[in-house]
C-alpha cells in the first residue's frame, strides 16, 4: 500500500519567474521546512537523472532520503523517485493561469517501511505531511512574490 498526497498552490507570478526557482533543486531548502540539507550526488546539478542525498526532518523523524529526477518537462514537470527509508513517487507541476499567475501542484505516492507505522504510518504521515507540504509551498510564494 502507499499514500497520495496531493497540495497546490497559485503563485501570482509569470511561469518563468516559478520555474526559475523551482529548478534549483539545491534551492528547494530555501522552501521546504523539511528539508534540511540537500547534497547533489551527480554531476549534473538539475535536470533528468540529477541525483540527491536529501536529509529530511519530520518532527523527530530525521532521515535521509535519495531522490533522483525522473521526469523533466522545462517549465511543465519535475518528477521523481525517493529510495530512501520512504519509498515512492513524485511530481512538481506547472501550470501558467493568466499571464502573471502559475499554479504550483505537488503529488507525491510514498510508501512507508514497517518500523515507521507501515500503511498506518501512511495515513497519519500523510496528514502531516499535507501540512507540512502546504506550509512549504506558502513559503515558496512568499520568496517569489
Known amino acids: 500500500m502507499s499514500k497520495r498526497i496531493e497540495v497546490s498552490i497559485l503563485i501570482n507570478k509569470p511561469l518563468d519567474v516559478v520555474w526559475n526557482e523551482v529548478k534549483v533543486m539545491e534551492g528547494h531548502v530555501n522552501w521546504m521546512e523539511d528539508a534540511v540539507k540537500i547534497d547533489i550526488l551527480?554531476?549534473?546539478?538539475?535536470?533528468?537523472?540529477?541525483?540527491?542525498?536529501?536529509?529530511?526532518?519530520?518532527?523527530?523523524?530525521?532521515?535521509?532520503?535519495?531522490?533522483?529526477?525522473?521526469?523533466?518537462?522545462?517549465?511543465?514537470?519535475?518528477?521523481?523517485?525517493?529510495?530512501?527509508?520512504?519509498?515512492?513517487?513524485?511530481?512538481?507541476?506547472?501550470?501558467?493561469?493568466?499571464?502573471?499567475?502559475?499554479?504550483?501542484?505537488?503529488?507525491?505516492?510514498?510508501?512507508?517501511?514497517?518500523?515507521?507505522?507501515?500503511?498506518?504510518?501512511?495515513?497519519f504521515g500523510g496528514v502531516i505531511l499535507k501540512y507540512i507540504w502546504k506550509k512549504n509551498l506558502k513559503n515558496l510564494k512568499e520568496i517569489i512574490e
Do not use: R
Open 42 to 123: 551527480s554531476d549534473n546539478t538539475s535536470g533528468l537523472n540529477t541525483k540527491m542525498n536529501v536529509l529530511t526532518k519530520v518532527g523527530p523523524i530525521t532521515l535521509t532520503d535519495i531522490i533522483t529526477v525522473t521526469e523533466w518537462k522545462e517549465k511543465e514537470s519535475i518528477g521523481v523517485v525517493h529510495e530512501g527509508i520512504v519509498t515512492g513517487e513524485g511530481v512538481f507541476y506547472l501550470t501558467e493561469i493568466e499571464e502573471n499567475k502559475t499554479k504550483f501542484q505537488w503529488v507525491e505516492t510514498l510508501k512507508f517501511p514497517f518500523y515507521l507505522g507501515g500503511p498506518l504510518g501512511e495515513v
